[in-house]
Every structure is written in C-alpha cells, then in structure tokens.
C-alpha cells in the first residue's frame, strides 16, 4: 500500500467532485470552491470576457456534436432581444450511456452554477434543464440543490449583488431519444410532440418560445467553473491540438471494470480498455469497441492505439457521441449488433421525415431478414444504398447518424453479413475432430440429446436438433465445442 | 442589398433576397419535385415542414442534403440541384414512401389527380427495391362528408396545419412515433365522434388520397335511373366560376348556362339555383337583422349559410349559439321549399321529389344529414356533390363540357339576383345582407349598390356601412381561425359589430373544399373571386329583395318574410357540441 | 443566508478546510474519521442504502468517532457499493463491494483496527482537477 | 357518445382535483402539459382516454394535441400496467450481455407481447432504456427491486416469486 494516488490515466474535471462530496449538501460544494468561479464572474468579468474564455478555452460541445461552446455562447449573445434562455439538455438517452446522470446525482451544483455563468454571458435570466424522467435520484438531487442555491441567493435577484438576476427550473422529459436533438427538446419543452424541425434557425437565433435559446449538455456545463477559474491555459494544455480537456466515457460490455472514466482527450482506447477497464471479461478475445451508441461505430484492434479525440475518432470510422462505450468480445455477433442499434433508432424516430421513418424501419427489415437467413446477397447492397441515403437526407442528427451503426460494421466486419447473405452461417455448434477425445461430458449435458459418440471417440452434434444453447461449450474440458 | 449572388449547378444568378432555394431553382428553369411543401403565403399558410424529403438538393460544404423548399438563399451560396446524389435521394425517399402505401391507384379517389402517382411517374419508378411491413388502419367511413384512409398518408402534415393552424379546430394530430406515426384525431377516434367541421380544407390539400371527400355519385346514379322519382338539382354559387377548371378552362370561366345544360343531359328533372336560395335567406337574414337592432335583441348576428362553420360554433363556443342567425342555408332552403312550394305545383308528394345539390363544399354533404334540417321525415337535401364528382359525373357521361350550349335555370326556383351571386365569395353574403338591409331600414332605394370596403381576401375584415342614422358596424372573417379570433373578441366583450359574416373556408366557397384542386394557387382563388363579382355586376337586379319568383314564393306560399310560415321551414337552431 | 460577495464566499470556504483537506490528502486537524458512501443509482441498485444505514449503526453502536456522508458515484460500478474511509493522518482509501453484510467487517479492521482490508481494497485510477 | 369511453366524471374526484389544482397553479399551463401529464400519470398510474380528455378540457386545448403527446412519449402509459412491472433494461451493455434472451424467457413464460398485460392483470414486461446498473448487466426490474446479472432461470425465479408473493397476501 505505498502508492495509493498513482500516476493515473484519468484526469477528472467534470467528474471531479463526483464520489467526493456530498450532492445534497450545498456547503460541501461550496467547500471545493463551488460558485467561486460564478462570484469572480460577476465581480470581475464582463460577458464578453467570459465568452472568451470559454472560447479560448476551446471546449466543444460534450453531448457528441462537437461544436465550440464559446462560439455557440457567442451566437446566442449577439442576438438582440427582450428575453433569452439558458438551457440544459441531461435527456441522456444513448443506451449504455450514464456519464450525464452521475454528473447530476453526485455534483449537481457544478451543471447549476455553470448554467448561471452562461446566463450572465448570453444575457439570459431563465434556465431550464430538460431531464429524463426516468431519473427520479437526479431529478431529486437538482431539485434539492436549485432550493439551496436559491437561499444563498445563487439564483434569484442581484446575484452577488450584482445586476445580474438568474431563475432556473426543471422541466421533465417523457421517454423520447429524439429529444436530445435540440429543436426536438426545445418543442419537447414547449409541451409538444418531440419532432425536430429544420435548421436553421438554429436555437441561438429563434429557440425556445421562439426566443435565442442555448443549449449545452451536462457534461459541457460541467466543465465550465473549472474553465473559469484555472483558466483557459490549464484547460488548453490538456488534451490533443483540436480536442482540448477531457471526455467522461461509460465503460460497459465485456470488460473488466465496467464503469464511469473521464481521460484526457488524445488517451488511446487501449489504455482506457486494458489500463483502466481491465481487459475483457474471462480474458476472452477482444473483437471490437462500439462508441457514441446509436450515433456511432465501431472501433477494432487496428485503432486501437489511436490517440481518441472528435475528429480521430470519426476518421477511424465512428462517433464520441456522448460517450458510451461498449466493449465486445469475440462472441459478439456485429449483424446483431446493428440489428440491436437499429431496432432501438427505428423505435426512437419521431417518425417526421420519410428516410427516417420508413428508411431505418426498412434497414432494420433488411438486417431481421439477412439474421434470419432469409437475406440474400443484394439485400447488401440495398442495405448499403438505404443506409446512405437515410444518412443523406434525414432531417435530424438522430436519422443522419442512424445508419452509422451498419456502415461501420459492414466495413469492418463485411464477412459476418455475407455469411448471412450467402446463408452460410452456421447457426449451431460443431465439434472439433481434432480436439475431442470422447470425454462424453458434452452429451451427458445436452438438454436436447443430440450428441452422440463411444467413449474416447470423437462426439457428434446432430445439428438438426441443436438449440444452441450452449451448455455443451461450456462443459468441454478441452475446448473441441465449435461456436456457431 | 435586395439581391444576392448565387450559383445554380454551376451557373451564376442575382436572385431576391429571402427565396427559397426551391424558388431560385425555378428562376433557373429547374424543376424540382416536392411533396409536403404548400405555399398558401397569401393565406399566411405555408407547410414548410421538411418533411419528405423529395426535394432535396445538394448545398456546397454542406454534409447533407438539404430540402430546396425550406432552406432560403444565402449569398454565395452553391446550389446543385441535378448531382447524382441528389437525384438517388429522391428517387430512394419516394421509393420508401411507395413501399409503405396500398397500390390501389386504380379505384383511387385520387386517381390521376394524386401527388404521389403523379411524383412516381415524374421521377420514372417502374419497381420497388423494399418491401415490408406497411401501414394498416382501418378506413374511416363514419362521416357523411370524409372519408380516410391513413395507409395512403405520406405524413406531409398539411392537413394538420390546415385543420390546426389556420382553421384552429384541432381535430387532427399527428399520434405515435416512428414508423406507426400517423394523423389522426384523438384516440384514433372516428371523424364522426370528433368536432371536426368537415370544412374539408384537409381534403383540398391532401397530396394523396388519405383524406378524400365521401363519393356520392354512384347513389346519384342509381336515383337518376330510377324513374319512380322525380329528380330536383341546385347549383352553388360558387361552383359555376370554377368548374370549367376540370374541363381545361381558365380559372374564373363563368360556365353557369353549360352545368344548366349538363345537369339537364344526365337526366334531372328541374335544374333549380342556390342562389334562389341565396335570395331568399337574404329574405329573412336581412330581416332577422333590422329585427334584432330594432328589438334588441342579440348582436352582433353572424351568418348561418356555411355548414363548417356552424358546427365550428357548435362545438368550440357552445355557450354562444344565440349569436348565430336562425336562417337555414341557401341550399337547404332551396331543398325545403322544393320539397314543400314546388311539390304543389308539380302535384307530386314530397318523397317522390329527391333533392340533388351541387356544391363547392364537403360540409354542405353532413348539413344535409343534419335531422333538423328536414320536414316530415324527410331530409330537405338527398344527396351533396362537390363541385369536382359533379366534374366526374359530366366526364363519365362522355359529355364534352366545354362544347355544350348554355341552357336557362327552370323556372319557379331558378331566377337569382346578383346579390345571391356574391354569396360564393367571402364578404359575399353580409354585402348582399346589407343591401337589403338598407333599403328596410331607410326605405330609400340604394343608389351604390357596390360596398367595395366589404370586399377582398383579407382575413379579418370590418367596415362601417352608414345607413340613415345608424352607422351599421360589419366583421367579415374567412377561415375558421379568423372566425375564432372574432368570436373571442365577441366574447371579451371586445367587439361592437352589429353583424358578422364568417365563412370556414379561405376565399369563402370560391375556396371551397369540394373545389376543383387550386393546390395553393391563389391566382386561381382571386380568378374565381373576379368572375363572382362579374356575375353580380352584369345581373339585371342586384337585390335579393327585388327578385320576383322570391316575392311570388312569399306571395302565393310563405306569407311575411320572417313570417310565421317562413319560420317553420326557413329557420333552424343549433345544438351543443364538444370539443374533441 | 446569502451570499452577496467573494470574500464571503471565501470565508464560508474556509470553514470546511478540514474536511477538503480530509478527503483529499487525508490530513485534518481533529481526528474524526470519515466514511464517504457512493449513494447514486447505481450504488442504490446493489443496496449502497442497507450499507449506508448499516454504517451509521454500527458506527454508534461501537461508539466511533466517525461521520458517514453519502456522496455521489465515484464511477466503479463494477465494485459497488463503494465506500471511501478517510482517516486522519492516513490517505484516504477506496473500498469496493461492501454491501451490507460486509460493514462490521469494515467498521472493526479499518475504522477501528485502522488496518487495510486488501480484499476488498480500489485501487483508485484518477487524478482530478483541484480549483 | 364515442366508441370509447371519455366520461371522466367515474373518475376519482380528489385525484381530478389534485389535477386541477396543479394545472391552476402553473404558470404557462399550456406548455406544461408534459408535467401535467406526469401528474397524471402519478396519480392514476397511467393516462387512459378519460383523463388524456379530462386534461384537455381543463387545459383548453384539443385532446388530438394531448393523446398526440401522450403517444409520442414512451413513459406515458395509455394501457394499465400490470401490479408488478417486470422492466428489462435494454441499454447497450445488458444487451451485449444477454439482456434479450432473458426478455424473451419473460414473454414466453407469460405469453404476452411486449408492453401487454397478462391476462390476470398480475404482470407487464417491457424494455426500458438504460438504467444505468452496467455494471450488473443484464439488470432486471421490478418496481424499486433490481436484479442484477440476470438470467433465463432467473426471469422465471423472478415471476414465481411474485406469483407467491400474491399467493401469500
């Protein structure tokens, strides 16, 4: 027990109360220099001043897109009107993606004090965060700590006594993916259906209540007091030439330390996978990392020593979306994989724009139909035109990116769907002639009886029968059971 | 700077500042195709939803595509609307669409007049590359005037926007999400169990045939070949300005003698005017008013002669239903007093008479089967065309329309003034109103017979009509969102009118639902409006009270106008409705 | 209370300096431990509540000189519930899969002992950013 | 009237009340209404057509705009749920994890569809998004309980338990 801070992969910065403080208690915040960076903000900056240190800061948008928050602060600012708002959008809805929830169930004051700086440098006095309902401890957490920030007088009137008034509320979400696209959020807000609508305009020009709206994500907000208070500088001098800081990413599938890491951008994903993650679960082989979720890709050994950022990321074939990251391993299927992405976005499409609501259902159709093995070889190339052309001409971000999960893993992975499309996938297990020395532990566990064999010969499965459960895999001492 | 530098494939223009890339495509001479989009700006209507991504055009440095019709110019800008791309994509959204639609174009409402059929052959699809699961809802038959059919909806969302943002009855809503996204009112519920007003404006911008007027033909058919009946028809004002339209005529061709004469060779009876009926609701509203500002009685009035907007009143201002005047419409008049007056003269009993109406309008088909607005158990109107089946029905006869010769309305019914004309225009029938009016009140003969300041296509209008002493305050709304803000300003105590006209439809009937399709040509609308007030202009009396064969009905039949007798078979009354 | 100034601010900052510095470096100038419990969804998904209660019991039972704080997720799902015991004097140490069961265990080798429960011992794999 | 029931008058009065009273109490009501039906949902466990119509009514708007929110959103329930509600969480790691093979355990066992009720209205499965318990993938909910490291076996052991729990009462 020497070391027990080690020179460590992980850098926390907007995880960096996470697991530290107590989230319902304001003071406990306050004691890690919470609102110090909104108080030095309204005594010593201009809004102009803030907007440029969040731009020289070089922060770019954390719930996937990528986009300046400086800039995007400064669109929003320069608009001229009677009212603006601040909103932030913790509709986290990537399966297998939590980073946002943690963030609010463990510092939540980070994301209100961020959104309040962010007010003072748009010229908004209303904020609202649009949350999941299905985060009720979150919900609570906000709840609680908006009270508290109100009785220290963070929100309300004269902030600081300064000119500066600052109101926020919650506004709940209702179980819709879509409206993590902001045109979607911002009619989700309004108490409408969730569908997007063109842009532009874009929010910063007419959002909510038609009004210049900004919109940022959890993770972005809470990068923000940091930024403030240690300066662009610090923050510039983490992370590559076009990524500055640092990315929160929910590490899950088949890895060891399943979990939330926060790394600097540039971090390879083997590190993040074998230093922090652990490795793959039963040290079984690693196939491929699926990232950015529905939006996204994925990711196989040969970049695996690429240093990750936004722009690398997207030339190795995928997205960092909000940051999940799903490992999987070598008896991980990849059309089911797609077909897995695709049931969900066709499921998610608001069903507005044609590509979207009958393209990814079709996508989808082609994907059941190949598993199936009911496919055929030009069900590929219809897979990859439909693909394109919902990519092509979606409306929103969700039908743009849809196809993604299949063109990455056609690309990669191309023999898995011609096995399906030539039908020569095998469905059921097989034995090894080579590796079976007629142990007999396989047909003694076969729930269906369809092993045969002598003792000390090689066994047979009668593939007719075989469900594929795979016990008998399980069982062989000498690893002669073929996978399907 | 008005203008702005742009490049279409390749090519270097000056377009005005503020058009969408659609429209400076067209300025290029390029077409391209479009499904969702409708541009009714001079209604204040567009439909710029994005929605179908048909018209999708490829935008230098831009990831995407981008749909022409939404996205404006911007300087610089470098269109290329013929890039592979761009034509692939088309191709490939109209194909999806076409996978997830009933391939039932032949027996199709819609045949040869759909957007969709017409797109499919435009853009050359001969095969389908998907298949899959497609949409299956039932049809709803429940109304008298709609009919739909959601497995023909492309999603284009203009009936949503008509039914929602310009007439405000909220009916229709998109339900779900994703691919069984559908719109549809409440619940799924049947049109019948809604508020719907069947004003059919979903009808006349539905690109498909997912909402469609209910056909009556074949059961007009049916009683033209059946000899035991005699068979009375009534032709709307507004339908004789655009009918000619189906039959390769120019928008606002006044084709009143040729329907005379068509009605006649599909084998009618008598061929009776509306706007006879038009006269005589003058008659008794022109009355009915001078009687509620000499009585007190309540004001302001508003007109009862379109169906839509009765049922609008009905069921969003339930509360209200005293405002309303208590004259039946023109057409069902026309049905009452056939049924009644006529049948005496011909010697005939009234159920051996069938009432045929042809109208510009879907609503006027369920203000037929309304209960009230019958005598004896018999319905004052049989059947409501629109003005477009009364088309089909001259086109499957084999009847060339536009050669007929022009035939006179039959006598007793027949005879109109040119202030029955106007009644198919909005402003129409509070001008015709007024002129009778004025002359009750002051009994001086109206020397300026045209009151320009009621006229137009503004949405609400209002005008002070001096008439003796009193200055007669008139609103004129059209469309059923301007008849709303009316009616909320009568409410607050707001507005001080004396009399309202509102018509549901934009245009008024010109404008119609059951019209021929204008598909948001709003020169088309102000061609039909001209020809309206060109028929007034060259009618010999301009009066509804100078109308001869009206004063012998009142003579030999009805007694005083707003009379007793008048009242049992000219008046109505109105029933509470819900919102849903 | 408001707080209407960065030097008020400041003042109230410095009220907690031993409990930063507690959590942090494992330095205080009073000698009550800390014991700081993961109590987000996931952490309540494995029964960090039952481990929070139990903790707090134990702790007054025993009569320790000892507070237990929930505080959020600190990102080792893999090992919740994860609590963090913070001694005066020694760094902080991470604790992972102590559910409820595991608490007397935990309250008698580390909080009393002031020994290392190896077994159940994160090591912990971040750095953060100090403001 | 309708085919389908929209009297709201057999209603609970003090949950209507309730309702009332929060919609009075909202500044933008109107814009609200995804918060009010939450609470709705809240007080009658799901929205049925009545109460969609009900909110409508008070909120004066058209009940097409309210059942089309309702059905656009997957956590407004318009059908009655079942007493206990199996949820299988769907997020990418328990379905790399075999979350979809114990789903399908759960429907067969029950014979119903996803999203449906059994038919002695004891239980209603389906997927939700992720729960945020990757580390316990597949994760397995029922009300507050969560089961983590699901599998088929267990999906039964899961539905006998709450059979029995019943049988006991």
């Known amino acids: 027990m020497d070391t027990v801070v080690k020179d460590t992969l992980q850098y926390r910065i907007a995880l960096r109360n996470c697991g530290l403080i107590n989230p319902e208690n304001i003071d406990d915040y306050i004691a890690v220099k919470g609102y110090e960076a909104l108080a030095v903000t309204l005594e010593q900056y201009t809004p102009k001043k803030v907007i440029n240190i969040v731009k020289e800061s070089h922060l770019r948008g954390r719930g996937g897109g990528g986009f300046p928050t400086g800039i995007k602060w400064e669109l929003t600012a320069r608009e001229q009107s009677d009212e603006k708002y601040i909103i932030c959008n913790a509709d986290e809805g990537d399966p297998g993606a939590f980073m946002d929830r943690s963030i609010l169930e463990g510092d939540p004051h980070s994301v209100i004090e961020a959104m309040i700086i962010a007010g003072y440098a748009i010229g908004a006095s209303k904020g609202y965060v649009y949350i999941r309902a299905e985060y009720p401890l979150a919900i609570d957490r906000l709840e609680t700590a908006i009270k508290q920030a109100k009785s220290y007088g963070f929100l309300g009137n004269n902030i600081f006594d300064s000119n500066f008034s600052f109101d926020l509320e919650l506004k709940l979400g209702a179980g819709a993916f879509v409206c993590g696209e902001e045109t979607a959020l911002i009619n989700s807000l309004q108490g409408l259906r969730g569908e997007p609508t063109k842009k532009p305009p874009f929010p910063s020009v007419s959002g909510f209540r038609q009004k210049p709206t900004n919109v940022n994500n959890v993770e972005t907000f809470a990068n923000i007091p940091a930024i403030i208070l240690k300066g662009s500088d610090w923050f510039n001098a983490i992370g590559t030439d076009h990524s500055k800081g640092t990315k929160v990413f929910a590490l899950a599938g088949k890895i060891n330390n399943v979990g939330l890491v926060e790394v600097p951008m540039g971090t390879t994903l083997r590190d993040i996978i074998y230093e922090i993650g652990g490795g793959i679960v039963d040290d079984k082989q690693f196939k491929a990392v699926q990232t950015g979720g529905p939006s996204g890709g994925v990711i196989t050994e040969e970049n695996l020593d690429t240093p990750i950022d936004y722009e690398s990321i997207r030339n190795i074939g995928s997205m960092m979306g909000s940051g999940g990251m799903i490992v999987l391993d070598e008896d991980d299927d990849m059309v089911e994989i797609s077909k897995f992405f695709l049931d969900f976005t066709q499921d998610e499409s608001c069903g507005k724009c044609t590509p979207c609501r009958i393209g990814t259902k079709r996508l989808y159709e082609i994907l059941e139909r190949l598993t199936n093995m009911e496919g055929s070889p030009e069900d590929l190339d219809l897979l990859e035109e439909l693909a394109q052309n919902v990519k092509d001409s979606s409306l929103c971000g969700l039908g743009q990116s849809a196809p993604n999960p299949i063109l990455s893993t056609i690309d990669r992975f191309r023999e898995e769907y011609e096995a399906y499309a030539y039908r020569t996938k095998r469905t059921t297990y097989a034995i090894d002639d080579n590796k079976c020395i007629g142990c007999t532990k396989c047909s003694r566990v076969c729930p269906v009886d369809c092993i045969t064999g002598e003792v000390k010969q090689v066994h047979v499965i009668n593939e007719a029968n075989c469900i594929a459960c795979g016990a008998c895999y399980n069982a062989c001492p000498v690893d002669a059971i073929i996978k399907p | 700077m008005n203008t702005l530098n742009i490049h279409v494939n390749g090519r270097p223009m000056m377009v005005k500042k503020g058009i969408t890339v659609l429209e400076a495509c067209h300025q290029a001479g390029i077409k391209i195709p479009t499904l969702c989009h409708l541009n009714l700006e001079e209604y204040g209507i567009v439909n710029k939803v994005a929605s179908c991504r048909i018209c999708v055009v490829e935008i230098e440095n831009r990831a995407t595509l981008v749909p022409s019709c939404a996205e404006k110019v911007y300087e610089g800008m470098h269109i290329k609307s013929d890039s592979l791309r761009a034509i692939n994509a088309r191709r490939n959204n109209l194909e999806l669409l076409l996978s997830n639609h009933p391939f039932e174009c032949l027996t199709c409402t819609k045949n040869l007049t759909c957007e969709l059929q017409s797109l499919a052959e435009e853009l050359n699809i001969r095969d389908i590359s998907f298949t899959g699961k497609k949409m299956d809802y039932p049809i709803d038959h429940s109304s008298e005037a709609i009919v739909k059919d959601p497995n023909k909806c492309v999603m284009c969302r203009r009936c949503e926007t008509m039914c929602n943002d310009v007439q405000t009855v909220g009916v229709l809503s998109g339900l779900r999400r994703g691919f069984d996204a559908v719109v549809a009112p409440a619940f799924n519920l049947d049109m019948l169990e809604t508020s719907c007003t069947y004003c059919g404006q979903c009808v006349a911008v539905c690109p498909t045939g997912a909402l469609t007027e209910r056909n009556d033909v074949p059961r007009v058919w049916k009683r033209l070949s059946n000899k035991n009946y005699h068979m009375v028809v009534q032709v709307a004002p507004a339908v004789r300005v655009a009918l000619g339209e189906m039959f390769g005529m120019a928008p606002g061709s006044i084709s009143t003698g040729k329907i005379v004469t068509a009605l006649r060779r599909l084998g009618f009876d008598a061929v009776f005017d509306t706007n006879f009926g038009a006269d005589l609701t003058i008659m008794e509203e022109a009355r009915e008013l001078v009687h509620r500002i000499e009585e007190g009685g309540t004001l302001p009035m508003l007109t009862s002669c379109c169906p839509a907007w009765v049922k609008f009143i009905e069921h969003q201002f339930p509360d209200m239903l005293d405002v309303p005047s208590t004259c039946k419409s023109p057409q069902t008049m026309v049905g009452a007093i056939a049924k009644t007056y006529y049948a005496e003269k011909v010697n005939l009993p009234s159920k051996q008479i069938k009432v045929v109406s042809i109208m510009p309008c879907v609503a006027k088909k369920a203000e037929s089967a309304r209960p009230e607005l019958s005598k004896e158990n018999l319905h004052h109107v049989d059947y409501t065309l629109s003005t477009r089946e009364f088309g089909h029905m001259i086109k499957e006869a084999g009847i060339e329309f536009e050669a007929l010769p022009d035939g006179d309305f039959d006598n007793i019914l027949g005879e109109s003034t040119g202030a029955a004309a106007i009644f198919g225009t909005t402003g129409g029938v509070i001008e015709a109103a007024t002129r009778t009016a004025y002359e009750l009140l002051t009994g001086d003969p109206l020397e300026h017979i045209d009151f320009e300041e009621l006229r137009g296509l503004e949405g609400v209008r209002e005008a002070t009509v001096t008439i003796g002493d009193l200055d007669l305050k008139i609103g004129i709304a059209h469309g059923l969102g301007n008849a709303r803000k009316l009616l909320e300003d009568i409410k607050a105590g707001k507005a001080d009118y004396h009399a309202i006209e509102i018509m549901a439809c934009p245009g008024g009937c010109i404008g119609g639902g059951g019209q021929p399709y204008h598909h948001g040509d709003m020169s088309i609308i102000k061609a039909r409006q001209k020809a309206i007030y060109d028929i007034d202009k060259n009618t010999p009396r301009r009066k509804s009270h100078e109308n001869e064969m009206v004063l012998k009905l009142y003579q030999d039949y009805l007694g005083d106008p707003y009379g007793e007798k008048a009242h049992d078979l000219l008046h109505t009354c109105y029933t509470k409705g819900e919102r849903i | 209370m408001a707080i209407k100034s960065l030097d008020a601010l400041k003042a109230k900052q410095k009220e907690f300096k031993d409990q930063v510095s507690l959590r942090n470096e494992g330095t205080s100038s009073s000698d009550r431990i800390e014991v700081l419990v993961g109590l987000a969804t996931c952490g309540f998904a494995v029964g960090a509540d039952d481990t929070f209660i139990a903790l707090e019991k134990k702790i007054k039972e025993d009569n320790i000189n000892a507070k237990v704080t929930p505080v959020g997720c600190i990102g080792y799902c893999h090992r919740e519930p994860t609590v963090q015991v913070n001694i005066p004097g020694q760094p902080p140490i991470l604790y992972g899969d102590i559910t409820e069961d595991k608490v007397t265990l935990l309250v008698d080798v580390v909080l009393k002992e002031q020994k290392i429960l190896e077994e159940f011992y994160l090591e912990k794999t971040f750095d953060k950013a100090v403001l | ?169």
């Open chain 4, 1 to 169: 009237m309708t085919t389908i029931d929209l009297d709201y008058s057999t209603l609970d009065q003090t949950k209507l009340d309730d309702l009332t009273a929060y919609i009075d109490s909202l500044e933008h009501p109107e814009e609200s209404l995804i918060h009010v039906l939450h609470r709705a949902q809240k007080l009658f466990g799901y929205i049925p057509y009545n109460v969609q119509f009900f909110v409508a009514k008070t909120l004066k708007i058209g009940a097409a705009r309210v059942n089309g929110v309702v059905s656009f959103y997957s956590f407004f329930n318009e059908q009655k749920p079942g007493k206990y509600t199996i949820s299988v969480c769907m997020g990418t790691a328990c379905y790399v994890r075999g979350a979809e093979k114990v789903l399908q355990k759960l429907l067969e066992k029950l014979e119903i569809n996803k999203g449906d009720v059994t038919e002695d209205g004891l239980f209603s499965v389906k997927d939700v998004r992720c729960i945020g318990a990757c580390g316990l993938a597949p994760v397995v909910t029922v009300g507050e309980k969560v089961y983590g490291h699901a599998t088929e076996d267990m999906a039964l052991d899961i539905i006998d338990k709450y059979r029995g729990d019943l049988d006991g009462n």
